[in-house]
């Protein structure tokens, strides 16, 4: 039998587990065409979100054209154009003829910016005229009123837009022209949160343009209920002690909850035992370790010594004792190692609390790396 447990893709459905008041939040936000925001660390359950709920809206009656752009592999201003521009025209015209139709009503010239084929991000260095840069950026309102629909713009990985030359430059241009839009809504979403931050809290762009999502742990009672009803489905049985302790071996992150529930389960034949569990985790911990490794092998003694700190609870970094503890420099020392680790996306900071970004990574890093 298939395994009833999910990681290599998004959930929906009876798949799709607690987040009630995300979802309920992300629901009334599109329905009032509200923007929406989104950042947190890769398979943290943003995609099955935004998939659950645009399902939801859909079975309630809301009509709404989605265009998915992702900004994976953006590197220049052409390049964001380009998929703006192309993207649109792939979701709303069902034929060549159609596309050259909505082109000329636009401008006629803006095929021309771009030339022949698709625009890769290597040869997109030239500079496109602002007015072409903003007739393409306010195509979603054009769309919106030619094919009477609301269009949800979901740009992701938007974090990527702070490695162009140019950044600031296109960063105001789409907050100036975004936010003149009253007939589109957009869900912004980013896996590197603190790339994320510095674009909108410390740079602050886009100020009051959008609702935060923040994406709770998915609680222990809704995650443990689904891993004993995803057992029974095979008539295989697990505890809820062990249903429990799957859950927090992981730390109850989605991804790794689903991948360690798939291990356990194809190692189970009736009954999942200890021995079973903690075999199957040993194996999810061996899966990520090269990866793992590939992270530690690019950080410094200093770096190392940091998060070291950081998993000893350390407070007060900069002080005296606790420098001399983990060898550090000064206090300037310090604050560069914080930077740095921000900027690798291995630590981020909560409300005051220095955070792992991924939790398998700190389980691995105590266990293993350090053998604590």
């Known amino acids: 039998m298939d395994s009833p447990f999910t990681y290599n893709t998004y959930v929906t459905g009876t798949d799709f587990i607690s987040r009630h008041q995300e979802l309920d939040l992300f629901i009334n936000l599109v329905r009032q065409k509200q923007h929406i925001l989104i950042y947190e660390p890769p398979k943290s359950g943003k995609h099955s979100l935004i998939q659950q709920g645009l399902i939801k809206l859909r079975q309630e009656g809301y009509s709404y054209t989605v265009c998915k752009i992702n900004l994976f592999n953006v590197r220049t201003q052409k390049h964001l154009l380009y998929k703006v521009f192309d993207s649109l025209l792939d979701t709303f015209c069902s034929s060549p003829q159609e596309r050259e139709e909505v082109i000329a009503e636009i401008n006629s010239g803006i095929a021309g910016v771009f030339g022949e084929g698709e625009v890769k991000y290597e040869t997109a260095t030239d500079p496109i005229p602002d007015a072409i840069a903003e007739q393409i950026l306010n195509m979603p309102e054009f769309m919106a009123n030619k094919y009477n629909t609301n269009p949800v713009i979901y740009l992701e990985e938007f974090q990527e837009l702070l490695l162009l030359d140019d950044n600031y430059y296109v960063l105001k241009l789409l907050e100036k022209i975004l936010q003149s839009h009253t007939a589109s809504t957009y869900i912004i979403t980013g896996s590197q949160v603190n790339a994320m931050k510095e674009i909108f809290e410390v740079q602050r762009f886009f100020y ?25 489905k095979a008539g295989r049985v697990v505890s809820k002690e062990l249903a429990d302790k799957t859950y927090e071996l992981t730390d109850g992150h989605p991804w790794y909850t689903q991948q360690l529930g798939d291990i356990s389960f194809l190692l189970t034949r009736g009954f999942l035992t200890d021995q079973i569990l903690m075999q199957s985790f040993t194996s999810l911990i061996e899966l990520h370790s090269y990866r793992f490794l590939t992270v530690t092998g690019r950080l410094s003694r200093f770096q190392i010594n940091f998060l070291k700190a950081i998993l000893d609870d350390a407070e007060k970094l900069s002080s005296a004792e606790v420098m001399l503890r983990y060898g550090f420099n000064s206090s300037a020392n310090v604050n560069r190692l914080k930077e740095a680790l921000q900027k690798k996306e291995i630590l981020t900071q909560e409300k005051g609390k220095w955070e792992f970004l991924d939790p398998l990574f700190k389980t691995w890093l105590k266990n293993v790396y350090f053998e604590l």
């Open 208 to 232: 009051n343009f959008a609702e935060r999502i923040k994406l709770g742990r998915i609680d222990k009672k809704s995650f443990t209920d689904f891993i004993i009803r995803s057992f029974l």
